[in-house]
C-alpha cells in the first residue's frame, strides 16, 4: 500500500479495515430485507466504536483514504473533476 505510515496508523486507531468475501455478503444476501440493496463483496471500514461505516471498496487502499478524509480529517473526499489533456 502506498499510503504514509501516518496516515495508515491515524485510521486504525479510530477503525477496522477488513474485506467482505463473496461468501459472506451471499451469507448476507439470503437473509436481506426485501426493500434493501445486496450486498457486494469488497473492502470496508468500520469505526470501532461501530457508529459508522462504509462498504465495497474496490481496494484497500481506497477505504483507507475515504476513512481518513471521513473520519480522520471529518470532510468528504475531494472531488475529482476531469482534466482535459491538451495536446
Not at 451471499?26 to 445486496?38: G, I
Request: net charge positive; charged share 25%; aromatic share 14%.
Amino acid at each position: 500500500m502506498w499510503l504514509p505510515s501516518n496516515i495508515v496508523s491515524a485510521v486504525d486507531e479510530i477503525a477496522r479495515i477488513y474485506y467482505i468475501n463473496g461468501f459472506e455478503a451471499q451469507a448476507w444476501n439470503a437473509v436481506r430485507h426485501e426493500n434493501e440493496l445486496r450486498m457486494l463483496s469488497g473492502w470496508c471500514w468500520t469505526t470501532k466504536k461501530g457508529n459508522r461505516h462504509r462498504y465495497g471498496f474496490k481496494t484497500i487502499t481506497v477505504a483507507y483514504r475515504d476513512a481518513w478524509y471521513e473520519l480522520v480529517q471529518e470532510t468528504s473526499t475531494p472531488i475529482v473533476r476531469r482534466i482535459r489533456a491538451v495536446s
